[in-house]
């Protein structure tokens, strides 16, 4: 579609625009999370000690074609994507690559949506459950097909795509790949929903009733994605201006596949979230026996031992400090032979002429006693 007068001179008076930073950044970022993520998933599948699975070969896959998907945007940047269209110096290069991109994302989202489906066969026993799933793959396949098939063969040949010098023949992309679109979100609300009731009835404990639902809530997140890719996709298919106009649509594909991935991985997680749980438990109960002992001691200085000791000691010519060896510090808290409840504590008595009982407070310097 070329571009109107007024359209030229708004080009021209942006010709500095760019949503390159834009590009890159959300990149980066949906990589590493996704990379974390999948990381994640292996090591509660550790834990777990159950092994790997083949919905777990499918989410590697996917992770290396969204990988590619956004490495490929990355450098169409170089030729002109996020870039104003009169800057575009080689628009075969960057057509082929958006048509690669495009390609990419239709089979990293298939590997996706058959990682969730194996995923369910794996956790959700019976036959019925079995063919409906069976029906749902045949149901992904073909919209991964209809995609592709959409993608690349828009115009014939195919050449005509990126070569104006070529005369062929385009269908409406625009009517098409709206209907490809809403295919897409009906399979994702699909796949967040098929499970639901037969997880409900499932004999397991509540808390992980609650973590698997809350895994299968982060899948909606793929649902939003979508829609809103869709939105983006329907308002761009008309315009003059192909490598500005076609970024959001690009941002959230990537941004889509990314939040596929790790809903798919969030449902592994119980393994690893019960370990950190378990350490959260067991750490808070420490601190909790510890501040109580504390407690029990009635705030005495400085103990290394689990009990008080209260010494007998000789007579105390002149009130001079008490006896203070290399390992024992004391100190006189009273003169008295009536010690409070918490003094239940061994006598250690030292004979001498007038001998005073005293109550200290011992501090043993060594290790702690466990």
Request: net charge neutral; charged share 15%.
């Amino acid at each position: 579609m070329e571009p109107t007068a007024s359209e030229s001179q708004y080009l021209q008076e942006h010709i500095g625009d760019t949503k390159v930073p834009g590009i890159i950044i959300a990149s980066v970022i949906c990589g590493i999370m996704t990379c974390i993520c999948v990381g994640l998933r292996f090591v509660a599948r550790f834990l777990s000690g159950v092994g790997l699975g083949k919905d777990d070969y499918c989410i590697v896959m996917g992770l290396v074609l969204y990988l590619a998907d956004i490495i490929i945007l990355c450098i169409s940047t170089k030729y002109g994507a996020g870039r104003h269209i009169n800057v575009v110096t080689d628009a075969r290069t960057l057509i082929i690559l958006i048509l690669c991109d495009e390609n990419i994302y239709v089979f990293g989202i298939l590997l996706i949506k058959f990682s969730i489906l194996l995923l369910y066969h794996r956790i959700i026993p019976g036959k019925t459950f079995r063919n409906f799933l069976i029906t749902t793959a045949l149901l992904v396949t073909a919209w991964a097909l209809a995609a592709f098939f959409t993608n690349t063969f828009t115009c014939y040949p195919v050449e005509a795509q990126w070569d104006r010098t070529i005369k062929g023949t385009c269908r409406n992309y625009g009517t098409i790949s709206l209907g490809i679109g809403i295919a897409n979100v009906i399979i994702d609300f699909i796949l967040l929903g098929i499970p639901l009731p037969t997880l409900w009835k499932l004999q397991m404990s509540t808390r992980r009733k609650v973590l698997l639902f809350f895994a299968l809530g982060a899948g909606s997140s793929a649902c939003i994605a979508s829609i809103v890719r869709l939105t983006y996709t329907q308002s761009g298919l008309s315009t003059y201006d192909e490598s500005w106009d076609s970024v959001p649509v690009a941002i959230l594909s990537g941004v889509e596949m990314c939040t596929a991935i790790i809903a798919s991985c969030f449902a592994t997680y119980r393994p690893l979230v019960e370990r950190v749980l378990l350490r959260i438990s067991s750490t808070s109960k420490r601190t909790t026996q510890e501040n109580t002992d504390a407690s029990d001691r009635g705030g005495w200085g400085k103990i290394s031992v689990q009990r008080d000791i209260a010494i007998e000691l000789g007579p105390n010519p002149m009130n001079s400090a008490p006896f203070t060896g290399p390992d024992i510090e004391t100190a006189p808290l009273k003169d008295s032979n009536n010690f409070g409840p918490q003094s239940a504590i061994p006598l250690q008595h030292l004979y001498g002429s007038n001998p005073q009982l005293w109550q200290a407070n011992v501090t043993i310097h060594g290790p702690r006693a466990p």
